[in-house]
C-alpha cells in the first residue's frame, strides 16, 4: 500500500484558516459568554415589592378617596353647626362645649347638651332630640345619662338629663361654647 | 481521467499506442531504463497525459502458486512465506486473477525485488504524466480472449523483437507461462509449444501475438513437426487496444492502489467540517448574544414598568394610609342609644321603676326598683329582661340579678358592640 501524495498547500492553507476560524469562534464563545440573568435579584426584589404593594391598587385607593370624600361632604363648619343647633336644639336645652376631642387627624369636638328641669313629660322632646343626634352626619354620641329624683313621686322628675356628643368639623376647632 | 495511453515495455522494447497509431522504439541495453523510458514517453506525439503500462522484464520473478481468493492485503500475507519479497515494500509485485484449476486456486505470481515502478511513477510525474497502472504483460494477454473463448484452454505466443513467451491455460484452468530470450530462444519456443500442445487431448486455442517489428516465423515451427495453426494472430496494436478492459485496483496491478482517501480529501473535510462547526457554533453564538440582549433589554423595560407601578402604589398606599387614619378616627358610635331607650320604656313593666339609664360608646348601665313581684321565680324583672334581651344592637351583660333575687333594686349592664 503506497501513502498517498502530501496534502496541497492551498488544502493545508485552507485546513488551518478553518481552524483558526473554528478556535477563535471558540475563544470568543468562551471568553465572553451571551450574559443572561436568569435570576435578576432586583427584578425579584421588585417583583415581591409589587407584590406586597397589590393591596394598595388604584380602585382600593379610589375606594378610600370615595369614603374620604363621603365622609368631608359631612364633616360640620361653624355655619352648619350654628345652623343646627338654632334648627334642631330646643330652648330649653343648654348646649355646652366641652372642648377639642383627642384626635390626630380631625378636627372632633365634644358638646354636651342638657335639659334641666325635664319630667317624663318631656321624654318625646328628649327622645326627638336624641333621634337628632343619632341621625346626624359626622356626629357620634358618645354617652346619654339619664336619672329620676330618689322616691315614688320623684321618679316623673329627671334628675340628670345630659347628652354628649363628638361633631367632627372640616378646618380648625370650633367655639368654645355655643347656645 | 485524461484518456490513457497503454504502452507495452518489454526489456528493452517499447511499445505506445496513440492517436491511433503505434509508436515503437528500443530502449538503449546499458543506460538509465527508467529515464529512457520517460524519454520514450515525452517523445510521443502528442505527449500522453496518462499511460497506462504493459510490464515485463528479465528481472521480473514469476511463478504459478495456489493462492486463496481474497484481497491484495489477503493473497500478500498468504504468499508471503513462498515470496517473502512480497514483504518488502520496496518490491512491486502483481498477480493474475485467481482461477479455480485442477489443482485448486491459484495464480500466476510478479515478483521484482527492486521494483522500478516507484521510480517510474516520480519520474513520469515530473514530466506531468500520470501512470494510471503497471499490468503484467500476460494480464493483457488474457484479455485479449474472445469472450466466447474465456473459458476455453489457450495457447499463446507472444514475441517482439527481443524475447518471447509461451502461455497457456489447461483445461482444468491451470496456468503456465515461459518467458525467452538469448540466442536458443527459438528453439526453446518451438520445444515449449511442442510440449504445450502435446498436454491437451483436444485443440486448443492457439493465439499468435506479433509485437516485434516483424511477425514470428510459424514456418519454422511447421518444419519441425508441428502442425498446429494459429487460430488467432494479433498485431501489438490489437494486443494494446485491449488495455481499457483493465482495472487498476485488481491484484494484477504492480501499483497498489492508492487510499481513496487522500491527505487532499482529508484536508478539504476537516476544512469544510471546521468551518461549518465554527459557522455553527457562530450563529447559535450570534442569536444567543441576541436573544441576551432582548432578554436584557426585557428585563430592564419590566424593572422600569415595576418601578413605575411601585412608585404608584406606594403613593396609594400613603393616601389610602392617612385616608384610613382619618376614617378610623372619624368613628361614629352605633345610633342605638334611642332604640335602647325606646325599648326599654316598652319593656319595663309597672312593677318596675327605672332610676338612671347611662349609655356610653359600648357599655350601658341600668338601676332601678321592683315594687311587686320580688323574689318569684316567674317575677316582673324576669319578662323585663326577657324583652330587653329581644333588641338588636347590644346585649344583656351576665351580672343582672338571679331570678329569684329578693332585693328590690337591682343593677343591669351590658354591652353595644
Known amino acids: 500500500m503506497t501513502l498517498p501524495p502530501p496534502p496541497k498547500p492551498v488544502s493545508v492553507a485552507a485546513t488551518v484558516l478553518a481552524a483558526l476560524f473554528f478556535s477563535g469562534v471558540y475563544v470568543a464563545r468562551t471568553a465572553f459568554p451571551p450574559f443572561r440573568m436568569l435570576n435578576n435579584p432586583r427584578l425579584s426584589e421588585l417583583r415581591n415589592e409589587q407584590a406586597q404593594l397589590a393591596p394598595f391598587s388604584d380602585a382600593s385607593a379610589q375606594a378610600i378617596a370615595a369614603k374620604l370624600g363621603d365622609l368631608r361632604g359631612r364633616l360640620w363648619t361653624e355655619a352648619s353647626f350654628n345652623r343646627w343647633v338654632t334648627d334642631r336644639a330646643p330652648k330649653a336645652w343648654i348646649v355646652q362645649a366641652l372642648g377639642a376631642a383627642d384626635l390626630k387627624h380631625l378636627h372632633g369636638r365634644r358638646y354636651a347638651f342638657q335639659r334641666p328641669n325635664s319630667t317624663d313629660k318631656d321624654w318625646p322632646e328628649i327622645a326627638a332630640f336624641l333621634g337628632n343626634l343619632e341621625k346626624a352626619p359626622g356626629v357620634s354620641v358618645q354617652s346619654v345619662a339619664l336619672a329620676v329624683q330618689p322616691g315614688y313621686a320623684g321618679s316623673r322628675q329627671f334628675s340628670q338629663c345630659l347628652l354628649i356628643a363628638v361633631f367632627y368639623f372640616a378646618g380648625g376647632d370650633g367655639p368654645d361654647a355655643t347656645n | ?417
Request: aromatic share 8%; proline share 7%; net charge neutral.
Open chain 2, 1 to 417: 481521467m485524461p484518456s490513457l495511453c497503454p504502452v507495452l515495455w518489454w526489456d528493452n522494447t517499447v511499445l505506445a499506442r496513440i492517436g491511433g497509431q503505434t509508436t515503437a522504439a528500443k530502449l538503449p541495453a546499458d543506460g538509465n531504463d527508467v529515464a529512457g523510458f520517460c524519454g520514450f514517453v515525452r517523445g510521443l506525439k502528442p505527449m500522453p497525459k496518462a499511460i497506462r503500462v504493459f510490464y515485463h522484464s528479465t528481472a521480473l520473478e514469476h511463478f504459478v502458486t495456489p493462492c486463496p481468493k481474497g484481497s491484495r492485503r489477503t493473497i500478500q500475507r498468504a504468499l508471503c512465506h513462498r515470496a517473502p519479497a512480497l514483504g518488502d515494500p520496496s518490491a512491486a509485485w502483481a498477480a493474475h486473477s485467481i482461477r479455480a484449476g485442477g489443482s485448486g486456486t491459484t495464480t500466476l505470481l510478479y515478483v521484482e525485488p527492486k521494483a522500478r515502478v516507484a521510480r517510474l511513477r516520480a519520474a513520469l510525474a515530473e514530466d506531468g504524466v500520470f501512470l494510471d497502472a503497471v499490468f503484467p504483460i500476460l494480464v493483457l494477454v488474457e484479455e485479449t480472449a474472445p469472450p466466447e473463448d474465456r473459458g476455453k484452454p489457450r495457447i499463446v505466443l507472444l514475441s517482439s523483437d527481443e524475447a518471447a513467451a509461451v502461455y497457456w491455460i489447461t483445461p482444468a484452468g491451470d496456468r503456465h507461462a515461459v518467458f525467452f530470450d538469448g540466442t536458443t530462444a527459438r528453439e526453446r519456443i518451438v520445444q515449449e509449444l511442442i510440449d504445450g500442445f502435446s498436454i491437451f487431448k483436444t485443440a486448443p486455442v492457439f493465439t499468435v501475438i506479433n509485437a516485434g517489428s516483424s511477425p514470428f516465423d510459424l514456418g519454422q515451427i511447421a518444419r519441425e513437426n508441428f502442425a498446429q495453426k494459429p487460430s488467432h494472430i494479433l498485431s501489438a496494436a490489437e494486443l494494446l487496444d485491449a488495455a481499457d478492459g483493465l482495472s487498476t485496483r485488481e491484484i494484477y496491478n504492480f501499483l497498489p492502489p492508492a487510499s481513496l482517501v487522500t491527505f487532499d480529501h482529508l484536508c478539504h473535510v476537516a476544512a469544510l467540517g471546521l468551518f461549518f462547526a465554527g459557522a455553527l457554533m457562530a450563529g447559535t453564538y450570534l442569536s444567543a448574544i441576541r436573544s441576551a440582549r432582548a432578554n436584557l433589554t426585557e428585563q430592564k423595560a419590566e424593572e422600569r414598568t415595576l418601578e413605575g407601578d411601585i412608585a404608584r402604589l406606594s403613593a396609594n398606599q400613603a393616601s389610602i394610609g392617612s385616608a384610613q387614619a382619618v376614617l378610623t378616627e372619624a368613628t361614629v358610635a352605633p345610633p342605638v342609644k334611642l332604640r335602647f331607650l325606646e325599648t326599654l320604656n316598652r319593656a319595663r313593666p309597672v312593677q318596675i321603676s327605672i332610676q338612671s339609664a347611662t349609655l356610653g360608646e359600648s357599655t350601658w348601665t341600668l338601676s332601678g326598683h321592683i315594687h311587686e313581684g320580688t323574689g318569684l321565680e316567674k317575677g316582673p324583672l324576669q319578662g323585663f329582661l326577657a324583652a330587653l334581651q329581644n333588641g338588636e344592637g347590644w346585649t344583656v351583660g351576665a351580672d343582672r340579678p338571679a331570678p329569684t333575687a329578693k332585693d328590690p333594686d337591682f343593677t343591669l349592664s351590658g354591652t353595644i358592640p
